[in-house]
């Protein structure tokens, strides 16, 4: 375990076996149809992997990276695209894949940015979900764990860029970022 993780949450086991249960959930709903997959960087690049790979469906995939945070551990509220979709998504049925869903201000942003692009279909896919920080009134329509509030890293999760490639998702000593 890497010095700076105070406890392991979801093993590489763990996050294996939940992700294959939301692609198999996602394959059922969307039988008959194509998805197409937005992937919101950097956090969620791992798990935009996987999950694809669970999904047993012609689908296509785009990606997307907004910031919201610096390096800190609070979201500002403030969110910026800085990298838009190569793709249309105009009668797509599309399926947002994010790490983590916490105060919800980037999702409460990009679903309307999104919408006003004439989707078919938005919903969210979200790995981690910490309700007890939501600021804005959005929910997720698939979510992998629900976590208490703690700052994890780790499986594509970041501290000021660190801890990403860590193949588990731990709770971050806190006094890493009190320092
Ligand atoms: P929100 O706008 O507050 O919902 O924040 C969403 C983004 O903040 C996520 O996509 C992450 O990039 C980041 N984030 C929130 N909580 C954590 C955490 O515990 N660890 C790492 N990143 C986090
Ligand atoms: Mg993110």
Redesign the pocket.
């Given at each position: 375990m890497h010095q700076d993780v105070e406890q392991i949450l979801y093993t590489e086991e763990d996050l294996r076996r939940r992700i294959s249960e939301l692609g198999a959930q996602i394959a059922a709903d969307y039988a008959g149809r194509m998805p197409m997959l937005v992937s919101?960087l950097?956090?969620?690049y791992i798990f935009m992997a996987d999950l694809t790979r669970a999904i047993d469906l012609d689908l296509t995939v785009d990606f997307m990276a907004v910031s919201?945070?610096g390096s800190g551990?609070v979201?500002s509220?403030q969110?910026e695209i800085k990298k838009d979709l190569s793709d249309s998504i105009e009668g797509r049925d599309l399926i947002i894949v994010?790490?983590?869903?916490?105060?919800?201000?980037?999702?409460?942003y990009l679903m309307d940015v999104l919408r006003a692009r004439k989707p078919a279909s938005i919903r969210i896919c979200t790995l981690?979900d910490?309700p007890e920080?939501r600021?804005k009134p959005?929910t997720a329509d698939y979510v992998g764990f629900t976590i208490p509030d703690?700052?994890?890293?780790g499986y594509g999760?970041?501290?000021a860029e660190k801890y990403r490639n860590l193949p588990y998702v731990g709770v971050?000593k806190p006094s890493v970022y009190a320092k």
């Open positions: 919101v950097r956090g969620s919201s945070y551990t979201s509220g969110v994010e790490d983590i869903l916490d105060s919800g201000n980037t999702l409460y981690m910490k920080r600021a959005i703690a700052f994890i890293v999760l970041d501290y971050l």
